[in-house]
């Protein structure tokens, strides 16, 4: 609130924790109305809109749900758009790729009816599309991840002016695996971080005792669970639950929004994510983890209560990550960049990073610590890189 006297911050949204009291069935039917009703709002629009459809079972619910609003409406087929990488069908699967996006999302767009169209991302367009993200990010980001985000928006902008995501569902339904890990949600800290590197791991001994990143760290775990809505009651096992979906929304979506509404906007494409209407939020937030989790299935309560609309195979399809490229010649051109600068005694990363870890790193072939929770080779590697390339473009002066 401004006036002129001041300038005053007050809180107009806050989750409040209540008992859940619905019973299973009722809560299943009560999530597909609340994300109907979401995904029929949001497909309010006066130019071309679209989904992203990544052949999940999160993105192929709001498309569905999208396609049935628009038959009803009387407005036609909706239109879906998916990313691949030439040479993707050749990747070994691993944790966090655990299936080719491919088959999903065919499987999904004919069941469904959708007019799909597949953005294959040419290797050679990553490099120079890394430059326009850095500036539409303002700050270090994800490397080719973000710029493969990039050239897709890039080409669904071509062809559409609006589009549906499923960003959003994973946290919270519990979607991702540090919902699933004993040893991550008993670590005393963001489960995300349990058990991982972080570029933090790599500064200069001088400048870690100067910005000290255990502390910050710990500070702001600590605000985070003292912020969480406390139920009276709640036994220690769902309390501990509850608090880690409240990092999930506070401390580990506000950055993916920021992402996505950065990139997509960078090339004038609006995308919205239905996942986040605040009163599917706020009904989530009570439900039970053994509800959220039948028999301990991730995302079992979405899956049950969307199963009617999919393909068998994308209703219970495990988790897969966003796609990262197998482009041999991006870590290539990356790992020659790492090397210039480990050459140059100028370089502004040196300010803040151990240059002798790096290079022994790299010696050692081993991969850099990386900002991704994605397993990724060559992560740290893009954001050490991108890191030196913020710092000479934005002019940081260090002290």
Known sequence: RVTRSATTEVRYWRLESRPHE?????????????????????????????????????????????????ERAGQGKITSFSVDFPGSADRTPDAWRTTLDAPYVQAAAEHIGTLHTA???????????????????????????????????????????????????????GGYPYFHDAAALASGTFPWLHGRATPAD???????????PAEYTAAAYRDSIAEVPRLAGEPA?????????????TRWLPPLLDRVDRVSMSVGLEVRVPFCDHRLVEYLWNVPWALKAPEGRPKGLLRDAVRDLLPPQVADR??????????????????????ALLADPQAPVFDLVDRAAVRRLLAEGRPLPSPRTAPNPVGGLDHLV??????????VALR
């Not at 326009?132 to 062809?159: I, Q, T």
């Not at 495990?318 to 090397?339: D, H, W």
């Not at 890191?387 to 000479?392: G, K, P, Q, S």
């Open 22 to 70: 619905d019973s299973p069935e009722r809560t299943r039917a009560t999530v597909r109305e609340l994300l109907a009703d979401a995904v029929e709002r949001q497909l309010l629009s006066d130019v071309p809109l679209c989904t992203l459809l990544s052949g999940g079972v999160d993105s192929s619910a709001i498309t569905a749900l999208a396609a049935i609003a628009r």
């Open 119 to 173: 953005v294959l991302v040419p290797d050679d367009d990553l490099l120079p599309a890394r430059d326009v993200v850095l500036a539409a990010r303002d700050r270090p980001g994800w490397g080719e991840m973000d710029a493969s985000l990039h050239l897709l928006f890039r080409e669904v902008r071509r062809r559409s002016t609006v589009a549906l995501s499923g960003e959003a569902a994973d946290e919270i339904f």
């Open 202 to 212: 790599l500064l200069r001994a001088e400048v870690a005792a100067e910005v000290r």
């Open 237 to 249: 096992a769902d309390a501990r639950v509850r608090e880690v979906f409240h990092l999930a929304l």
């Open 318 to 339: 495990p988790k897969s990550g966003y796609p990262s490229t197998p482009a041999v010649r991006y870590t290539e051109v990356l790992t020659e960049r790492a090397q």
């Open 386 to 395: 991108q890191l030196d390339e913020w710092l000479r473009a934005y002019r």
